[in-house]
């Protein structure tokens, strides 16, 4: 078999994440010395780039300020900042004048979009990666054999020798719920919707931020359809986004959530739960709120809040779905013939060692199972697991809440980089030479 090519860096997964940490390698390569260039390569497993597709809901707007972009607070000088963009699409002006931090959420997608393609030699598009594998010289596993297959069945493996893994986060359905032509969670969302052709019933579950611009969405779209928002809450609650609040989610809040005790750590998750969690823009919920209430005046309530309640029952039909809603007060019963349900029910965290196989055994976990996560995001292993494995995303445990979210993206793919250079200089045998591409094997 060939000797696949080697990197320093290899990412799984092209989200910002790693699209930012792209970004990081471009900007550090020009103005390194020869010897400190770091190669770098990323594998994606969609067919372009992508984020979050099935929910860019046309006046769907940030949860973030646009000054969190994918380098701001890493390098304001950067030349891929959001500014950036905005003057390269000659909005910059238009932007200004909008008083505005948070832009549309298919405006940030367009950001992300253009970012990507001046890194596009960095990535290499449908390439879902299977399986890692160690690569171990005389006891020491110093580099890693990353396998990826394309959507037409061709297997390729490059080598590397730190390895950041960004594959994002999971939908989650209910126990037993199970995704179908008219059962879906709102990831799907966009690409499902254009399936509806006068729809009589649509039934979403969820009160978070998804639930309820999925609801409106709905609303808006069907205007002779009955939108049914079941959720366990009393009403929406609003998403906590005041200043000091907010700080929760400065880089210096993820040294403070690192450093503290477990105990320490689990409060501070629920105080701040509601800067992110099952919480809605305040501007949305005024807006349902509106539409409730004119509703109501007008004699025809279409949009419908099923609160406090949960549904206890789901039939899946070739013509329709049948819900029965209950609720959690009275225990009382709705059955709810409806054309599709939506499940805004969130996402979890998946292992990312389920892609190391056999490496996964080398990474130390605490008493709670939960991987061992080093400040620099780098996976505590065995000592004879000298190559790096990095995490981005899937360390709320030890890093805190930003981890999922694009907050601290552009800070933390510098303390990556800052690790691997690092981790390179002090390494005792030299690096190995590089060739571009990958050997193929199927
Ligand atoms: P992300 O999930 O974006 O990307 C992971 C990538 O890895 C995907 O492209 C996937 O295809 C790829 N992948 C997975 N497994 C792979 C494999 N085995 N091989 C190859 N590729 C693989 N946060 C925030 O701060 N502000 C906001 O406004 C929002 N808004 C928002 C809206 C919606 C609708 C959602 C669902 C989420 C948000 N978020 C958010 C949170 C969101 O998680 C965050 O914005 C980023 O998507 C995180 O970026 P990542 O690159 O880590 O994961």
Not at 1 to 22: R, T, W
Not at 84 to 113: A, C, M, T, W
Not at 137 to 156: C, I
Not at 294 to 318: H, I, P
Request: hydrophobic share 40%; proline share 5%.
């Amino acid at each position: 078999m060939p000797q696949p090519p080697v990197f320093d860096v290899l990412g799984v997964g092209f989200g910002p994440s790693n699209l930012a940490l792209a970004i990081a390698v471009t900007e550090h390569n020009a103005t390194a010395r020869a010897e400190d260039v770091v190669t770098a390569h990323f594998l994606e497993r969609q067919p372009r780039f992508g984020w979050h597709r099935g929910m860019l809901l046309e006046d769907a707007t940030m949860q973030v300020s646009f000054l969190k972009d994918l380098v701001t607070l890493r390098n304001p000088n950067s030349s891929f900042t959001f500014l950036s963009y905005l003057h390269e699409q000659g909005r910059l002006v238009d932007f200004i004048n909008h008083k505005n931090l948070f832009p549309l959420r298919v405006e940030f997608h367009d950001y992300f979009e253009w970012a990507a393609g001046r890194v596009d030699d960095l990535v290499s598009y449908d390439h879902d990666v299977v399986d890692v594998r160690p690569v171990t010289e005389a006891g020491e596993t110093t580099h890693f054999d990353v396998v990826s297959r394309t959507s037409t069945g061709e297997v390729e493996v490059r080598r590397t020798r730190d390895l950041v893994l960004a594959t994002g986060l999971r939908p989650a359905l209910p126990d037993g719920v199970h995704a179908s032509e008219r059962v879906w969670h709102n990831r799907d969302f966009l690409h499902r919707v254009e399936s509806l052709t006068d729809p009589r019933r649509l039934v979403v579950v969820g009160a978070g931020q998804s639930g309820a611009e999925v609801t409106a969405f709905l609303h808006e779209r069907f205007p002779a359809a009955e939108v049914c928002a079941v959720f366990a809450r009393y009403g929406y609650s609003p998403a906590d986004d005041s200043p000091f609040a907010n700080r929760i989610f400065d880089p210096a809040a993820v040294d403070d959530y690192f450093a503290a005790p477990e105990p320490v750590k689990r409060k501070l998750l629920d105080y701040h739960a509601n800067t992110n969690y099952a919480v809605v823009d305040n501007d949305l919920i005024a807006e349902l709120y509106r539409r409730v209430y004119r509703e109501k005046v007008l004699g025809r309530q279409r949009l419908r809040l099923l609160n406090l309640s949960r549904v206890a029952e789901l039939e899946d039909r070739a013509d329709g779905v049948v819900v029965t809603v209950e609720s959690l007060a009275t225990g009382l019963r709705e059955v709810l013939d409806a054309d599709a349900i939506v499940y805004a029910t969130g996402y979890r965290e998946a292992d990312p060692t389920a892609l190391l196989g056999r490496l996964a055994a080398r990474c130390a976990r605490d008493a709670r199972g939960r991987l061992d996560v080093g400040r620099d995001y780098r996976l505590v292993t065995d000592d004879d697991l000298s190559a790096g494995l990095y995490l981005q995303g899937g360390t709320e445990h030890t890093h805190g809440i930003s981890s999922s979210l694009l907050s601290n993206t552009s800070v933390r793919v510098g303390e990556i980089l800052r690790s691997v250079l690092a981790r390179r200089a002090s390494a005792v045998p030299p690096r190995p030479r590089y060739a571009v591409g990958a050997s193929r094997i199927g």
